[in-house]
């Protein structure tokens, strides 16, 4: 059973200018207590769940590469990009960069996009849900073809690449790991099974159900359930005792989820207690391993 950690908050005590200095120390405590990863949202503005919208917020891939800078074995992702934000050959290049700059530990964490506030403050496109959803199993589509070497022109209905070229490759084989954020039944979790590695499902009652809407999507599509990543996103409104983290992985194993990502809150210093946990809960296995 893996823990990973998800920092969604930059309000820091100090200020701007402690927000480099704790950030860094949070990811190099992540890492050194042997989490698997490490992921910050893909934002431009703070969401509305977590603050105020003007509470400090950094660009997700330049945190990436300050945190890979710093850090040996944990995995490094956003939760997640929305597809909305980035031309797909940009964010390709853009996650192989961080994969070959950190050994191999980025991961690609996409999703539909959902946050029209901060694209219309900052000028980008927001199209209808139907045109998002199109734009995303393009791009799932152009990844997976950059990540093969495959040079030869995309034509699609929203994305056209003359040469996609992705120079120098990725490190990580057969490609940097691709997980996919949502519960949609429909697109959402059928692309987790037709392209994905990995999954990420908010932590509630639903949970059960659309891990089995997954395994129906993969016998479809003629996946192996098994090979794809579960991991679910959770969060306490105050710092979880040791006990509490451990018995949310438990709870958490049991419905099937092979990873647990802990959302630290503003306020919240979670890396000790995760580490902690960690060590009485590597002998959990999820359901149906």
């Given at each position: 059973?893996?823990?990973?950690?998800?920092?969604?908050?930059?309000?820091?005590p100090g200020g701007p200018e402690q927000i480099g200095p704790t950030?860094?120390?949070?990811?190099?405590?992540?890492?050194?207590?042997?989490?698997?990863?490490l992921w910050v949202m893909d934002h431009f503005f703070q969401i509305n769940m977590v603050g105020p919208a003007d509470e400090p917020m950094l660009e997700g891939y330049t945190a990436?590469?300050?945190?890979?800078?710093?850090?040996?074995?944990?995995?490094?992702?956003?939760?997640?990009?929305?597809?909305?934000?980035?031309?797909?050959g940009i964010l390709v290049k853009t996650v192989t960069t961080l994969d070959v700059l950190s050994g191999g530990r980025a991961w690609l964490g996409i999703g539909a996009a959902w946050n029209e506030e901060e694209s219309r403050g900052l000028g980008v496109r927001f199209p209808p849900t139907a045109e998002?959803?199109?734009?995303?199993?393009?791009?799932?589509?152009?990844?997976?073809?950059?990540?093969?070497?495959?040079?030869?022109a995309f034509e699609g209905e929203h994305y056209r690449l003359e040469r996609p070229l992705n120079s120098?490759?990725?490190?990580?084989?057969?490609?940097?790991?691709?997980?996919?954020?949502?519960?949609?039944?429909?697109?959402?979790?059928?692309?987790?099974?037709?392209?994905?590695?990995?999954?990420?499902?908010?932590?509630?009652?639903?949970?059960?159900?659309?891990?089995?809407?997954?395994?129906?999507?993969?016998?479809?599509?003629?996946?192996?359930y098994a090979e794809i990543e579960k991991t679910s996103l959770t969060f306490f409104t105050e710092t979880?005792?040791?006990g509490a983290a451990v018995d949310t992985v438990g709870r958490l194993a049991?419905?099937?989820?092979?990873?647990?990502?802990?959302s630290?809150?503003?306020?919240?210093?979670?890396?000790?207690?995760?580490?902690?946990?960690?060590?009485?809960?590597?002998?959990?296995?999820p359901a149906g391993r």
């Open positions: 059973m893996r823990i990973g950690l998800q920092v969604p908050s930059f309000t820091f950030f860094a120390r949070i990811a190099k405590e992540a890492d050194q207590g042997g989490l698997h990863s990436l590469a300050y945190a890979a800078a710093l850090t040996e074995r944990i995995t490094l992702g956003t939760l997640v990009t929305g597809v909305t934000y980035r031309h797909p998002r959803f199109e734009r995303l199993e393009e791009t799932l589509r152009i990844a997976h073809q950059m990540w093969e070497g495959d040079e030869s120098p490759p990725a490190l990580r084989r057969p490609h940097p790991r691709i997980l996919i954020g949502g519960t949609g039944e429909k697109k959402t979790l059928r692309y987790v099974a037709k392209y994905a590695d990995a999954c990420n499902i908010f932590d509630g009652e639903e949970l059960p159900r659309k891990l089995e809407v997954l395994r129906e999507h993969c016998e479809r599509e003629g996946r192996d979880p005792s040791v049991e419905q099937g989820v092979d990873e647990v990502i802990f630290q809150g503003t306020g919240q210093d979670l890396t000790g207690v995760l580490a902690e946990a960690l060590s009485q809960t590597e002998k959990i296995v």
